[in-house]
């Protein structure tokens, strides 16, 4: 077992509408990443948060944004869903780097389905 | 841009045998880590093994080893005496040597061990 959760596990919207995907990192880690993952798909990355500030971002809209915590959890915020907008989002978990470690945790994922 | 490919979206292997897939990359950077991930039918990715671009020996972890060609950008895995439970989805991925831990994965292959 990782330590990484998401919630919730699975998801239905409706097109136009907006959502909010979780992510608690595990114990001790304190950056977080998103990715989406298309079905068939390898992940794509969406951005990545470190002590609370966005820290890199790869080329999805701005209607997807996101908040890191002082506890170091996260949310990711997609606004106006669109169908192609239907994947699974992974979260994943890191160490900072500067002390060496490359190794990320994944949570089991958030299926999001936009009908 | 880093790209990530894998060329074979499906494999196979009878139980105990060994199955070898490839993945190959491109970039013009250096320094960088090279990694597999196993996602399995629960959807969580789950790091096999990974590789520094600057150690010339090639990783290994128990039955998984891999065999880096940094001159070729090619980065295979190597699954010896394989079970059952190595039936998933394999991921090749790539992350440059920055200050964030962004991956950049591959198409994936799919794995199926035969008893």
């Known amino acids: 077992e990782t330590g990484v959760t998401q919630s919730p596990t699975h998801l239905i919207k409706t097109r136009g509408q907006q959502v909010t995907l979780r992510c608690s990192s595990q114990?001790?880690?304190?950056?977080v990443s998103w990715y989406q993952q298309a079905l068939g798909q390898g992940p794509q990355f969406i951005f990545q948060y470190y002590r609370e500030e966005e820290n890199g971002r790869g080329n999805f809209p701005p209607r997807f944004s996101g908040l890191q915590f002082p506890n170091y959890s996260s949310e990711l915020n997609v606004n106006a869903l669109e169908l192609d907008d239907s994947a699974l989002y992974l979260c994943?978990?890191?160490?900072?780097?500067?002390?060496?470690?490359?190794?990320?945790?994944f949570g089991q994922g958030t299926r999001l389905t936009v009908v | 841009a880093q790209t990530v490919t894998q060329s074979q979206p499906e494999m196979s292997v009878q139980e105990a045998e060994t199955v070898t897939l490839s993945c190959t990359y491109d970039?013009?950077?250096?320094?960088?880590?090279l990694f597999w991930y196993k996602q399995p039918p629960s959807r969580q990715m789950i790091l096999v093994i990974r590789q520094e671009a600057y150690k010339q020996q090639n990783a290994t972890e128990n039955r998984f080893s891999v065999n880096f060609q940094k001159a070729a950008k090619s980065f295979s895995l190597k699954i010896s005496d394989s079970q059952l439970g190595d039936t998933a989805m394999y991921f090749c991925?790539?992350?440059?040597?920055?200050?964030?831990?962004?991956?950049?994965f591959g198409t994936g292959t799919r794995l199926q061990v035969f008893p």
């Open positions: 991925a790539f992350m440059k040597h920055d200050n964030t831990d962004k991956l950049i």
């Open positions: 994943a978990s890191s160490r900072n780097r500067d002390r060496g470690n490359t190794e990320a945790f």
């Open positions: 970039t013009s950077e250096s320094n960088y880590y």
């Open positions: 114990s001790g880690h304190n950056t």
